[in-house]
């Protein structure tokens, strides 16, 4: 079976990701990296600040904080109720077992360290898949398994680069555009050879939350992820998925006022269907 390693912050949705995989391929490593590091500490929020600031503005640094303060106040707890359903729904209907004990997990503060490049090569890894990612994972990581490494992504690229990609493609009107790509990791952000892409099933971005149906949208990959595996491991050539003229664009993680595009959207998107227009 191929050796695969999975990458992303520790979370109940990874946790299930790197359990199926366990299942289907000869699973070695499981990295678990740090989700919002940075608001753990005043001084990590400072850094935070000033970095978005140089990089952006004060202004759009602001609007990122805010969206963060009210997100974990007052939107988490709701996504986390339908998203915690649906892993419980799928669990139960694919029986899906927890990760084998021989597992090799390693919990970092960077997934760029030298434990991470270490680990990789010493279990043989030859693929590895990664989810829900902070952090920017250099090349040295990324290109240790021999086959690469490959993202599920929330989004449909290279229209949807980026943070939150189905906040944006909702405030665009863009519901064609929910759903997964899984991308091959290269050095930018999110723009290495997509090999596979598909829609979102069965949820609706008007009533149900954004994250949810992102989240939804890497759990209906799953067959067709399942099926890349067998070729990978049988060394089948996968053509990358393109197509001609799509625009590129790259989202940078939301502020407040992205979130009340979002909410004006929905209002919007909700009219025109019951008008008949959508």
């Not at 434990?115 to 890894?125: I, S």
């Amino acid at each position: 079976m191929l050796r695969t390693a999975f990458l992303g912050n520790r979370n109940a949705f990874n946790i299930l990701l790197a359990d199926w995989l366990a299942q289907r391929t000869n699973l070695r490593l499981v990295i678990w990296g740090s989700a919002d590091y940075w608001a753990r500490t005043w001084r990590g929020r400072v850094r935070f600040f000033r970095r978005q600031a140089k990089r952006f503005s004060v202004l759009k640094a602001m609007d990122e904080v805010l969206f963060y303060a009210f997100y974990h106040t007052f939107m988490r707890d709701r996504e986390a109720l339908y998203i915690n359903r649906m892993i419980a729904a799928y669990r139960d209907r694919h029986d899906v077992p927890p990760l084998p004990r021989e597992v090799v997990v390693l919990n970092v503060s960077d997934v760029n360290s030298p434990e991470v490049r270490r680990a990789l090569v010493d279990e043989k890894v030859e693929a590895m898949f990664a989810d829900c990612l902070d952090a920017y994972v250099k090349p040295f990581i990324f290109e240790a398994p021999r086959l690469g490494t490959f993202l599920w992504h929330e989004g449909f690229t290279p229209e949807y680069r980026g943070f939150h990609c189905p906040l944006y493609a909702i405030i665009n009107g863009e519901l064609d555009k929910l759903g997964y790509s899984l991308i091959k990791m290269d050095a930018g952000l999110d723009t290495g050879p997509v090999v596979l892409q598909g829609p979102v099933r069965d949820a609706d971005p008007l009533t149900e939350p954004y994250p949810y149906v992102g989240h939804k949208a890497i759990l209906d990959s799953l067959p067709d992820v399942e099926k890349f595996i067998a070729d990978l491991e049988a060394r089948r050539p996968v053509p990358a998925v393109t197509r001609e003229g799509a625009p590129g664009r790259i989202y940078p993680r939301p502020g407040i006022t992205d979130l009340i595009r979002y909410r004006a959207a929905v209002r919007r998107l909700r009219k025109d269907v019951k008008s008949g227009g959508g």
